[in-house]
């Protein structure tokens, strides 16, 4: 069965510092899509950062990258120069044929 | 354009009475999804429609929750008979079944079952 793992149900980082955002998960598939979304207060779950599996390059997406390690499984996101706007829940997610399988989730908490 | 959308945005309702939360998906997206999420969890998959093709109904959790989609449009969740435990955030997205398969997501609705 394909399972996405968030072991950090919270973390905290100081506003303009870097934080990393953990996540492991498990497929038998060869090809597939790693995503990680953000949830606000406002619920409006809004994408972050896609990378897909057969692409060794990690994304980038401004202060947002990823560190993907296929042979691990891992999918960690590191965010860069923290903002008060980046306090939110963060999933992981892949996508199975059609059908998104997320994480627990981590809140990230931004201290001023 | 338009994102999705999703009404009621706030739903309190009392146990045992039915409710309907409908879905606007962006124009042109052939897939809708409905999630459940509890207070402070994951998303919990209930349901999938792609274009004209039967649903995958397998995260449904019981026989009083239903939901239909005519076509690539409007899609309605409804739960019969609610229950305290019904109580939860009901998202919906939507998405293009070519290229990233990116999911665009609604507000949810807010449903409190008392």
């Known amino acids: 069965a394909q399972t996405v793992t968030q072991s950090q149900p919270e973390m905290s980082v100081q506003e303009a510092e870097t934080v990393t955002l953990s996540c492991t998960y498990d497929?038998?598939?060869?090809?597939?899509?790693l995503f990680w979304y953000k949830q606000p207060p406002s619920r409006q779950m809004i994408l972050v950062i896609r990378?897909?599996?057969?692409?060794?390059q990690n994304a980038t997406e401004n202060r947002f990258s990823v560190n993907f390690q296929k042979a691990a499984k891992s999918f960690s996101l590191k965010i860069s120069d923290s903002q008060l706007g980046d306090a939110a829940m963060y999933f992981c997610?892949?996508?199975?044929?059609?059908?998104?399988?997320f994480g627990t989730g981590t809140r990230l908490k931004v201290l001023a | 354009g338009a994102g999705v959308s999703q009404s009621p945005s706030n739903k309190v309702t009392e146990k045992g009475k039915d409710v309907e939360l409908r879905c606007d998906p962006i124009?042109?997206?052939?897939?809708l999804y409905w999630y459940r999420q509890r207070l402070g969890q994951g998303l919990e998959f209930l349901i999938y429609?792609?274009?004209?093709?039967?649903?995958?109904k397998s995260g449904l959790p019981s026989d009083r929750f239903s939901a239909e989609r005519t076509g690539e449009s409007v899609s309605t969740l409804t739960i019969q008979r609610t229950q305290q435990e019904d109580s939860a955030v009901y998202l919906c997205a939507s998405s293009s079944v070519t290229g990233s398969y990116e999911q665009y997501f609604g507000p949810g609705t807010r449903l409190t079952v008392t």
């Open positions: 497929t038998s598939e060869s090809d597939y899509y």
């Open positions: 124009s042109g997206h052939t897939a």
């Open positions: 429609f792609q274009g004209n093709s039967a649903p995958d």
């Open positions: 990378q897909e599996a057969y692409k060794q």
């Open positions: 997610a892949t996508i199975l044929t059609y059908k998104y399988i």
